[in-house]
C-alpha cells in the first residue's frame, strides 16, 4: 500500500493518490483500513441508509390483565393476536386451569401451531423443488 502524503502536504503529481482537482474522493479512497471484515471503516460505500422503524406503545388487554408493549406492528394486528390468546386462555380457565396455567398452555399451543406451520411449509417447499427439478429434466430430455 502506497503511503499518503502528510496532512496538509500536497502529493506530487504523479501519486497514485492524488486526484484531478474537481474530482470528488471515491469511498475507496476514503477507506484507510483493509476491506477484510464487515466492520472494518471501508467495507460499506457510505452510511447505510434504511426508513426509520416506527415503534409505537400499544396496550393490551389478555386475561384481565393490561400489558403495555412496544411493537413497530400494526394496533389492529396486536388486538387480533391478543383475541386470539385470550379466547384460548377463556377455553382453559373455563376447563379449571388457574389463569397462570391457562396462559402457559394457550403460548404453548400457539407455539406448537406455529412450529407445525414451519414443518409443513419446509415440506411444500421441498415438494415445489422436487416437482421443479422433474420438469426441468423432462424439459431437457430431447
Same mark, same amino acid.
Given at each position: ?25 471515491? @469511498? ?13 471503516? +471501508? ?6 441508509? @434504511? ?12 386475561? +384481565? ?27 382453559? +380457565? ?49
Amino acid at each position: 500500500m502506497i503511503p499518503e502524503p502528510a496532512r496538509g502536504v500536497k502529493a506530487p503529481a504523479d501519486h497514485p493518490g492524488r486526484r484531478e482537482p474537481g474530482r470528488r474522493r471515491s @469511498w475507496r479512497e476514503y477507506n484507510r483500513f483493509p476491506l477484510t471484515h464487515p466492520t472494518s471503516a +471501508g467495507y460499506f460505500p457510505g452510511p447505510i441508509r @434504511w426508513a426509520p422503524t416506527v415503534v409505537k406503545t400499544h396496550t393490551l388487554l389478555i386475561a +384481565g390483565q393490561r400489558l403495555t408493549i412496544r411493537s413497530a406492528a400494526d394496533s389492529a394486528y396486536l388486538e387480533r393476536l391478543a383475541a386470539e390468546l385470550e379466547a384460548r386462555v377463556k377455553t382453559l +380457565g373455563a376447563q379449571g386451569a388457574a389463569p397462570v396455567t391457562a396462559a402457559l398452555l394457550a403460548g404453548l399451543a400457539l407455539a406448537d401451531e406455529a412450529e407445525r406451520a414451519r414443518e409443513e411449509l419446509a415440506s411444500l417447499r421441498n415438494t415445489a423443488r422436487e416437482r421443479a427439478a422433474a420438469l426441468r429434466h423432462l424439459a431437457e430430455e430431447p
